[in-house]
């Protein structure tokens, strides 16, 4: 029974939370060593409370999981890492829309660390492999290496070139990017939009399946 809830939480797909609920007393040390945590209320209904035991994978995923589980194995339950919501810090699960904004506004920051430190994706699944002094940077990076990934794309390469031109190149206004890449403003405006709405895309994704997706 656990192999196959142990395989479950390896293959399956968009997991953000894992649940199990367990009566019996016996379970909770086997509940703990694969990091799956009491809350602290219990499923009602039925002759009594039902302990139940949950995992957030957008704070631990899976990989961060098994190196953790490794970790056990090999030292002791003592040397398991602490996730970063157990260390008094917040994460951020925001919805799309929260998302969309987010990411917009961290482009127009791309070269303002100060306020990228302050910018909600800061606090999400994406960069919670990241220490907390070095997430402007790594936002800055993943952000940059989006936009990136539309220029390898013959039907992508002008939304690249409409990013790249506003935010890695500092156009100073709209129409000097425009004329900068010999487009009409509307033109020039239309790819802007479609570029971003592809960034939060692949940013969404990342922060529906994880890193390695």
């Known amino acids: 029974m656990i192999h196959r809830v142990l395989a479950e939480f390896l293959h399956a797909r968009r997991l953000a939370w894992s649940f199990i609920a367990l009566r019996d007393p016996f379970w909770q040390p086997l509940m703990a060593y694969i990091d ?95 220490g907390p002094g070095e997430r402007a940077d790594r936002l800055r990076h993943l952000l940059t290496s989006a936009i990136g990934t539309l220029a390898g794309d013959a039907r992508t390469a002008k939304f690249h070139r409409a990013l790249a031109t506003a935010y890695l190149h500092a156009a100073p206004t709209q129409e000097a990017s425009a004329e900068r890449l010999a487009v009409s403003l509307s033109t020039y405006r239309r790819h802007l939009a479609r570029g971003t709405d592809l960034i939060v895309q692949q940013l969404w994704e990342r922060e529906l399946h994880g890193n390695d997706q």
């Open 36 to 130: 799956q945590r009491a809350l602290p209320e219990p499923v009602t209904g039925g002759d009594q409370p039902t302990p139940l035991y949950a995992h957030d994978w957008r704070t631990m995923p899976v990989g961060r999981w098994l190196e953790a589980s490794g970790m056990v194995e090999l030292d002791g339950p003592d040397d398991r890492p602490v996730p970063a919501y157990q260390q008094g810090e917040s994460f951020a699960v925001l919805s799309h829309e929260q998302l969309t904004a987010a990411v917009t506004q961290a482009l127009h920051d791309l070269r303002r660390p100060d306020r990228l430190a302050a910018n909600p994706l800061i606090r999400t699944r994406l960069l919670a492999e990241a």
